[in-house]
């Protein structure tokens, strides 16, 4: 049986790798720089925040209760980030079918990480402590680990979020009108 650990660092973490950068794309080619802007982007940088922090903390410490509860609030507060973007977005910009589909793995892979370490049964001790992990993860999977996450998560959300302020300062952002108005988008409904 595949160990949790392998799961989560071998097909989780780059399945979320891969659908953010896709959700960069789909970003880039609908120019949120002139629609929705730095409050789209800044809504992406919190969520980055609210999944980092936790795969920092389960990278390098126990995964004990006060590890396991930082995780189940951080994943709440994605979830509910990740709703809040949407009705942010949906009234400035066309969210394509693609997007969407990127946004489903976004906000279900860090759920589904959640759940398989609470079945992996280290909730069970009582610990509450902040704690090194006292069998670290090999160095080269814990460099890969952050190098794979700051290249392919971290760099380009932090790109996004400098066109967009960019935009904003020379005073193009919203130049280009949305595909559709807000008014448009809700009549859809």
Request: proline share 4%; with cysteine.
């Amino acid at each position: 049986m595949v160990e949790v650990r392998t799961y989560l660092l071998g097909v989780v973490l780059p399945l979320w790798l891969i659908a953010g950068c896709a959700d960069y794309l789909f970003h880039r080619r609908s120019a949120i720089a002139h629609t929705s802007g730095l409050g789209e982007a800044w809504l992406h940088v919190v969520q980055l925040a609210q999944i980092g922090i936790p795969v920092i903390a389960v990278l390098f410490l126990e995964v004990n209760r006060l590890v396991l509860a930082l995780c189940t609030v951080a994943v709440v507060a994605h979830t509910v980030t990740a709703w809040w973007d949407i009705r942010y977005t949906q009234v400035r910009r066309v969210i394509s079918a693609g997007e969407h589909l990127a946004h489903g793995f976004l906000v279900t892979l860090p759920i589904i990480a959640l759940t398989m370490l609470l079945l992996d049964g280290a909730h069970r001790v009582a610990d509450w402590s902040v704690r090194l992990k006292s069998v670290p993860l090999p160095l080269p999977v814990t460099v890969l680990v952050l190098a794979a996450s700051a290249l392919f998560g971290l760099a380009p959300t932090l790109e996004e979020w400098w066109r967009c302020w960019r935009a904003q300062r020379t005073g193009r952002e919203g130049a280009s009108a949305p595909l559709h108005s807000a008014a448009t988008l809700h009549a859809a409904k």
